[in-house]
């Protein structure tokens, strides 16, 4: 694969993760932003456990660079989702 390849694969899942989480979020109702920080909170103690499991030093940069993407999807869902929201009412 090459680099431009792995780029435009890692771009359309991550707009395809953020759009199922909008879309699962805008079943909680008025608790979807909530939810989404719940679901971004789960996924980054569930990162840390794996990391703990592995019996070794954490990669600081994957470590880092998994936080960023969890934290970014939960962001754009919670912005789509508002969007979404206005566009609605």
């Known amino acids: ?3 431009s390849e792995m780029r435009a694969t890692v771009q359309a899942t991550f707009m395809m ?3 199922l989480v909008v879309e699962v ?3 909680k109702g008025d608790e979807a932003a909530d939810w989404i920080d719940e679901f971004r909170d789960s996924l980054t103690s569930e990162m840390k456990k794996a990391e703990e499991l592995q019996a070794r030093r954490a ?3 994957r470590s880092a660079t ?3 993407l969890i934290d970014g999807v ?3 869902a919670k ?3 508002e969007q979404r929201s206005r566009s609605d009412s």
């Open 1 to 3: 694969m090459t680099d």
């Open 17 to 19: 993760l953020q759009r």
């Open 25 to 27: 979020a805008a079943m």
């Open 59 to 61: 990669d600081i940069e």
């Open 66 to 68: 998994t936080r960023m």
């Open 74 to 76: 939960a962001v754009m």
């Open 79 to 81: 912005h789509h989702l």
